[in-house]
């Protein structure tokens, strides 16, 4: 396996608004505490495996002050802990677009933060495994 890359540069971040329209209207999801993850296996704009958005509800933290340090736990956390993720997409020549959107209803520490992003990547990594199983694309 090569060195992980822990970068997290700008075309691996979800901007497009016709894909998020998409991605929340057509995607699937799961819960994984503290995040919902929506996901869309489909071609990417840009030449990624996967592009990624995160999303703090304004109805549970009304000051933007808490919703963008707890957006900035969890890119943190996403970037250093998604090379195994992207290393299997990789592997299964798949591009996907997903939002990480956090749901617990109070501030969460970083570390708390981190243990659930490791636990969701892994949740995610058996969904896309499992229904690529079920759903083999032929060509």
């Given at each position: 396996?090569?060195?992980?890359?822990?970068?997290?540069?700008?075309?691996?971040?979800?901007?497009?608004?016709?894909?998020?329209?998409?991605?929340?209207?057509?995607?699937?999801?799961?819960?994984?505490?503290?995040?919902?993850?929506?996901?869309?296996?489909?071609?990417?704009?840009?030449?990624?495996?996967?592009?990624?958005?995160?999303?703090?509800?304004k109805r549970r933290f009304k000051r933007a002050v808490h919703r963008n340090l707890?957006?900035?736990?969890?890119?943190?956390?996403?970037?250093?802990?998604?090379?195994?993720?992207?290393?299997?997409?990789?592997?299964?020549?798949?591009?996907?677009?997903?939002?990480?959107?956090?749901?617990?209803?109070?501030?969460?520490?970083?570390?708390?933060?981190?243990?659930?992003?490791?636990?969701?990547?892994k949740k995610f990594k058996d969904h896309l495994s499992k229904n690529n199983n079920e759903h083999p694309v032929?060509?």
């Amino acid at each position: 396996m090569p060195q992980p890359s822990f970068q997290f540069p700008k075309k691996d971040k979800l901007c497009s608004h016709s894909v998020i329209e998409e991605l929340f209207a057509q995607g699937t999801s799961f819960v994984c505490f503290p995040f919902r993850i929506i996901y869309l296996p489909m071609t990417l704009p840009e030449d990624v495996s996967a592009q990624v958005m995160f999303s703090v509800s304004k109805r549970r933290f009304k000051r933007a002050v808490h919703r963008n340090l707890l957006k900035r736990r969890c890119r943190e956390a996403y970037r250093l802990n998604r090379s195994c993720f992207i290393h299997y997409l990789e592997e299964s020549e798949q591009q996907i677009a997903f939002a990480m959107v956090y749901i617990s209803g109070e501030k969460l520490s970083y570390a708390v933060i981190r243990k659930g992003m490791i636990k969701a990547l892994k949740k995610f990594k058996d969904h896309l495994s499992k229904n690529n199983n079920e759903h083999p694309v032929t060509e």
